[in-house]
């Protein structure tokens, strides 16, 4: 059943795979509908993966009102119950990293081992790029912008000395086949809006589950001494940094197997 009610909404989900059930939480503007997605990828060769579209964004419901990091946690929450779930391991990457860390605080009983990969706690401890702050760029500045985010190593000698490379990274970000769609500008601006005030850097101590948190060591946005931030907070936590920025899950190719064997321990 892709399209599971929960909170008063409906969820597009996809599930894939067969093992111990993982829930897949996405980042920022993630749509399943673009291929190829997590499902496609190693996970659900080793897990029962079920990946959704988060409120406002892909073909979720987009209700007409501000969206917080705990609704965002409750949706997270109320699917894993849907599936007939009780207790699941995840995977919270970047914007969906945010939304785990709130799901382990506020659900605890339902997380049994976590993933954090690319993100932030926010407050003291260092909250990711303010995608707020460049709202009004237009499509194509915005990706320009934040492509040395992205990817430390993407500087502005690298774009002269690499102009072909710069302008293929640049077409990739732009592609958005669904932009248009009604609900889509507004739903995903409610997402930057939650994500500007997420904070649990008090609340983190409270998580007693093992964590993992997985890094790119040139990541801009989720910075690596965030990382170690998150790290000396979450007790007894795990530390990895893979080479790669914001995207390392697809640029180091053992950064996946890495959080497999986690989960799997």
């Not at 785990?100 to 997380?111: F, I, K, S």
């Not at 992205?150 to 000395?161: F, H």
Request: proline content about 7%.
């Amino acid at each position: 059943m892709p399209f599971v009610p929960v909170n008063d909404l409906k969820l597009y989900s996809e599930r894939a795979g067969e093992g111990e059930p993982l829930l897949f939480i996405s980042g920022t503007g993630a749509d399943l509908r673009n291929k190829p997605n997590v499902l496609d990828g190693p996970f659900s060769r080793q897990f029962d993966v079920l990946a959704y579209d988060q409120r406002g964004l892909g073909q979720s419901d987009k209700p007409d009102q501000p969206y917080s990091m705990a609704d965002y946690a409750d949706d997270a929450a109320a699917l894993i119950l849907a599936q007939g779930w009780d207790r699941v391991h995840v995977v919270g990457v970047s914007f969906g990293g945010m939304v785990a860390q709130e799901l382990a605080l506020r659900h605890p009983e339902r997380v049994s081992r976590l993933v954090l990969a690319c993100t932030s706690p926010g407050g003291a401890g260092g909250a990711s790029y303010p995608f707020h702050d460049i709202a009004h760029l237009t499509a194509k500045d915005r990706a320009r912008h934040l492509m040395p985010f992205n990817d430390t190593r993407l500087d502005a000698a690298w774009a002269e000395a690499n102009p072909e490379r710069h302008a293929e990274l640049l077409a990739q970000s732009l592609a958005d086949p669904y932009a248009l769609e009604p609900g889509r500008a507004q739903g995903a601006a409610r997402q930057i809006a939650a994500r500007a005030a997420h904070n649990v850097w008090d609340r983190l101590p409270n998580i007693q589950i093992p964590v993992m948190i997985a890094a790119g060591r040139f990541d801009g946005i989720a910075r690596p001494e965030t990382q170690l931030n998150l790290a000396l907070q979450i007790p007894g936590s795990v530390l990895r940094f893979f080479k790669g920025g914001h995207m390392f899950m697809l640029q180091d190719r053992s950064a996946v197997a890495a959080m497999i064997e986690f989960l799997k321990a």
